[in-house]
């Protein structure tokens, strides 16, 4: 019995520094998400993006409203 008991002295340890990593690494990533969607990165990317796609694609609008 000793015998088995010493081969899963580590075991333990091993799986919570594991489940530590793992949960600090999805609070990190949370906070990191969350400081990105409050400085308004992505909001500021999205109007950036349809900026540029309105502009390439003004003059085929301007043509289907007016119907040249």
């Given at each position: 019995m000793k015998a088995r008991l010493?081969?899963?002295?580590?075991?333990?340890?091993?799986?919570y520094a594991i489940a530590l990593f793992a949960l600090l690494s999805i609070?990190?990533?949370?906070?990191?998400?969350w400081r990105?969607?409050?400085a308004g990165v992505?909001?500021?990317?999205a109007?950036?993006?349809a900026s540029h796609h309105i502009s390439g694609v003004f003059s085929g609008v301007l043509a289907?409203?007016?119907?040249?």
């Open positions: 010493r081969n899963c002295a580590g075991q333990g340890t091993a799986e609070f990190l990533a949370c906070a990191l998400l990105t969607l409050e992505f909001v500021e990317h109007i950036q993006s289907d409203i007016l119907l040249y």
